[in-house]
């Protein structure tokens, strides 16, 4: 069999080609004297550059991850149901970011989950709440047909808003409650 023909060894001998050193020893030597210059160079003024911005984002950002951390956890309670006995809640909050509610109707087989993304409003709701308040959590599904939801996170509590993000109100707004474990 013709090895031109299937092309068997012309990789190999491609490839050998590639691999041929055709350097010479005072080249390789100008473009390791260079790359450590420019590398040098570089660190020096990264050294020294650092801004009021870069600084106050590094430190948001330090802030942020305390702050998810804070968070996360799983949060669990009974919620008021029209035509159960309660809907039995448990939250999983990742400081990653994401979230999983679980929620089982009391006195039926019937249960649901449903997962998403996760964060912090710096808004708190475009000013309807302030720091004493606690921290407003935005929830976002990942399936288009569900809404999003809201949160308000205060020490080991987490009050669920309704669906335009203000506080429950009436004779049942003590259980949208849910303990953090």
Not at 52 to 57: A, D, H, V
Not at 118 to 132: K, M, P
Request: glycine residues 10%; charged residues 25%.
């Amino acid at each position: 069999m013709d090895a031109r023909l299937h092309g068997a060894y012309a990789p190999k001998r491609t490839f050998a080609r590639i691999l041929r050193p055709r350097h010479t020893k005072a080249g390789a030597l100008f473009t390791a004297a260079a790359a450590s210059l420019l590398l040098l160079s570089g660190c020096q003024t990264a050294q020294f550059s650092e801004t009021k911005t870069q600084t106050s984002l590094r430190d948001a950002a330090y802030v942020s991850t305390l702050e998810t951390k804070a968070l996360s956890g799983v949060y669990e309670g009974v919620i008021p149901c029209a035509d159960c006995s309660g809907i039995r809640t448990a939250l999983y909050v990742r400081a990653i970011g994401s979230y999983t509610r679980v929620s089982h109707y009391m006195g039926t087989n019937g249960a649901f989950e449903e997962g998403g993304r996760w964060h912090v409003d710096d808004t708190r709701l475009d000013g309807r709440f302030n720091e004493a308040d606690g921290t407003v959590v935005v929830f976002e599904p990942l399936s288009a047909k569900d809404h999003k939801w809201y949160g308000l996170v205060s020490g080991k509590q987490m009050k669920l808003l309704d669906r335009e993000g203000n506080v429950v109100e009436g004779a049942l707004a003590d259980f949208y409650v849910l303990e953090k474990n």
